[in-house]
């Protein structure tokens, strides 16, 4: 489904970013050359886990992982200069 959404769209996964907060559901953008973010809160186990067992970005399909979507966001923008 990504491939299609990325062919109809015309979005390059190589500047596009996947938010998700189930690890597993970011395999499929990482393989497709988006960046990844896990966005973890205290409700969701699967996130939990993975940074209990990891410490975070330790599986290679995440890039990025957060509690806090809009600061990072916020950084994000800053590092851009807007």
Do not use: C
């Amino acid at each position: 489904s990504y491939k299609k959404f990325v062919s109809a769209t015309g979005i390059a996964p190589k500047t596009a970013a996947m938010f998700e907060d189930i690890a597993r559901n970011l395999e499929a953008p990482h393989a497709l050359g988006m960046t990844t973010v896990l966005v973890t809160s205290p409700d969701n186990r699967d996130a939990l886990r993975l940074n209990a067992e990891t410490g975070g970005t330790a599986q290679p399909h995440i890039d990025h992982v957060t509690s806090d979507l809009p600061g990072f966001l916020e950084a994000v923008a800053a590092s851009l200069g807007r």
